[in-house]
């Protein structure tokens, strides 16, 4: 079954607003998670490595004012999309390392289902 | 920069073949690599990974070959079915890089009846 959930699958926002997007990992303890960006028929993108309890660590060119992160929790990473424009419309995703044998450190990384994020 | 790559961008098999997809990697300090397989809409599914220190690991119906010579990733499908049909992704991470993955271009895979 999944181990990381992320909510709300899909979202319909106008420019300008802000949207929130929730990635929890399901019953492991996850100090880092990851977000990336899919656009239609391309590659993932890291955009930034979430840290528990710390400022997250972006990728060049990943505005950090743009694409709040937030991971207050060991179970919870949050990105929040500021000031929303239709270029940012596209498909994000989360990711924790997850193993079985509790270990993290070579892990393979266990995605979320995606948001589908359309700005109007 | 590090790259990650694909050869092909879609690949056709017929039902109950084998595929062969292939992955080129430049950096000679990646030490772990990972398969995804990505269905529409959906977020990549762990397939299959290998670390460097080997040449070859097998997993139900799936093998990834690691030919480091080259820096070339292969994901070899056996009896190929129609629910393999997918995006497939190869990622690597570089040593010290922690989980962090970069993801090549992805691969088109068509089952066809």
């Known amino acids: 079954g999944a181990v990381v959930s992320q909510h709300p699958s899909r979202v319909i926002c106008k420019s300008g607003t802000s949207v929130k997007i929730e990635c929890r990992s399901l019953?492991?303890?996850?100090?880092?998670m990851f977000w990336y960006r899919q656009f239609p028929k391309q590659s993932l993108m890291l955009m930034a490595t979430s840290n528990e309890g710390s400022k997250a660590t972006y990728e060049q060119g990943v505005e950090k004012d743009k694409f709040l992160i937030n991971h207050a929790s060991l179970t919870l990473s949050t990105l929040t999309v500021t000031s929303a424009h239709p270029e940012d419309s596209s498909f994000y995703i989360c990711?924790?390392?997850?193993?079985?044998?509790?270990?993290?450190?070579?892990?393979?990384?266990?995605f979320g289902n995606g948001t589908r994020l359309t700005v109007t | 920069g590090e790259s990650v790559g694909l050869h092909l961008p879609t690949l056709s098999v017929q039902e109950g073949d084998n595929s062969i997809i292939n992955c080129a990697y430049s950096?000679?300090?990646?030490?772990?690599f990972i398969w995804y397989k990505q269905e529409s809409g959906k977020g990549p599914q762990f397939i299959i990974d290998i670390r460097s220190n080997m040449d070859k690991r097998q997993g139900q119906r799936v093998t990834v070959l690691l030919n480091k010579t080259v820096k070339h990733l292969s994901l070899q499908i056996a009896a190929t079915q129609p629910g393999d049909s997918a995006v497939y992704f190869c990622a690597d991470r570089l040593t010290g890089g922690g989980n962090k993955l970069t993801f090549g271009t992805g691969t088109q895979l068509k089952v066809e009846l």
């Open positions: 950096n000679s300090a990646s030490d772990y």
């Open positions: 990711s924790a390392p997850f193993s079985a044998g509790g270990t993290t450190r070579n892990s393979p990384l266990h």
């Open positions: 019953d492991f303890q996850a100090t880092t």
